[in-house]
T-cell receptor, first 114, second 115 residues
Framework: DGGITQSPKYLFRKEGQNVTLSCEQN?????MYWYRQDPGQGLRLIYY???????QKGDIAEGYSVSREKKESFPLTVTSAQKNPTAFYLCASNTPGSSSYEQYFGPGTRLTVT | AQKVTQAQTEISVVEKEDVTLDCVYETRDTTYYLFWYKQPPSGELVFLIR??????QNEISGRYSWNFQKSTSSFNFTITASQVVDSAVYFCALSETNTGNQFYFGTGTSLTVIP
């Protein structure tokens, strides 16, 4: 089955700790994205990557870092510099310009930092 | 400025009623794409439909229909004979080819269908 996996589904961390959220896709998509969703709000773009070894900041990149060493993987690290990290994080992928242009989403990771 | 506006924050309807979710977008591109997604309580966004800027034909898929009007920059979504399983948050999104193919999401409309 093709799709996007995110792990874990729920993650708890103490303030001051870095934490890495996993995102893997087997859809052979070129581009991958990370979004943050806060309660009652829309999706805000954190980072995106259109090809391996390249990524760009989105609207709210401060306090986050990413890497794209493999086409299938786009992990997101939430650093201690992120002032309010508790949120729902969604990973997505697509191939821009293709016939199926829409972004496909993973099940999300709910991060709670106390 | 918000590129995608979903003015309806929450809507409640009784089962079997029809409901329309509004979406207004803003772009200067001539080539762009519009999308609707459904987010059930589980959290994963489910793709519903894609429409490109050159295709204003309305679309019907079962109980779902979409009305794309470039003249009013709107891409509205209607659910006919709503069911409890339609309860979810629905997001409208815009992608412009001249801005790196980023997706701009609206803030979502939370639909509750009351049995």
């Amino acid at each position: 089955d093709g799709g996007i996996t995110q792990s874990p589904k729920y993650l708890f961390r103490k303030e001051g700790q870095n934490v890495t959220l996993s995102c893997e896709q087997n859809l052979n998509h070129d581009a991958m994205y990370w979004y943050r969703q806060d309660p009652g709000q829309g999706l805000r773009l954190i980072y995106y990557s259109q090809i391996v070894n390249d990524f760009q900041k989105g609207d709210i990149a401060e306090g986050y870092s990413v890497s794209r060493e493999k086409k299938e993987s786009f992990p997101l690290t939430v650093t201690s510099a992120q002032k309010n990290p508790t949120a729902f994080y969604l990973c997505a992928s697509n191939t821009p310009g293709s016939s199926s242009y829409e972004q496909y989403f993973g099940p999300g990771t709910r991060l709670t930092v106390t | 400025a918000q590129k995608v506006t979903q003015a309806q924050t929450e809507i409640s309807v009784v089962e079997k009623e029809d409901v329309t979710l509004d979406c207004v977008y803003e772009t200067r591109d001539t080539t762009y794409y519009l999308f609707w997604y459904k987010q059930p309580p589980s959290g994963e966004l489910v793709f519903l439909i894609r429409r490109n800027s050159f295709d204003e034909q309305n679309e019907i898929s079962g109980r779902y229909s979409w009305n794309f009007q470039k003249s009013t920059s709107s891409f509205n979504f209607t659910i006919t004979a709503s069911q409890v399983v339609d309860s979810a948050v629905y997001f409208c999104a815009l992608s412009e080819t001249n801005t790196g193919n980023q997706f701009y999401f609206g803030t979502g409309t939370s639909l509750t269908v009351i049995p």
